[in-house]
């Protein structure tokens, strides 16, 4: 099992740039693909990004290519989303999550387990 636990969210404008961050503790994190996804009020939580276990390979929603990066420090268990450029409907909660295997899915219910998830709020 693992824990995972987002920081980084705040309040910013339009073209601002935010670092999220996802610290995982228990198993070994190098065992886990991971992702990014985001929900907004009333609406269903959206795949954003995700990585392999090694960090070879990263998948990005066509919403998000170009303006934001993941990336991870397995010697720190740790799994970053970089967001540039932000916009309004990049406003959400934000959530990381953890896949027990090599190749990150896109879809949220194939995700073992989530944090509880931090809020991006971008004003125009």
């Known amino acids: 099992q693992v824990q995972l636990v987002e920081s980084g969210g705040g309040l910013v404008q339009a073209g601002d740039s935010l670092r999220l961050s996802c610290a995982a503790s228990g198993r070994t994190f190098s065992s886990y693909a991971m992702g990014w996804f985001r929900q907004a009020p009333g609406k269903e939580r959206d795949f954003v990004a995700a990585i392999s276990r090694s960090g070879g390979g990263t998948y990005y929603a066509d919403s998000v290519k170009g303006r934001f990066t993941i990336s991870r420090d397995n010697a720190k268990n740790t799994v970053y989303l970089q967001m540039n450029s932000l916009k309004p409907e990049d406003t959400a909660v934000y959530y990381c999550?953890?896949?027990?295997?090599?190749?990150?899915?896109?879809?949220?219910?194939?995700?073992?387990?989530w944090g509880q998830g931090t809020q991006v709020t971008v004003s125009a």
């Open positions: 999550a953890a896949h027990e295997g090599r190749y990150p899915p896109r879809e949220a219910n194939s995700y073992d387990y």
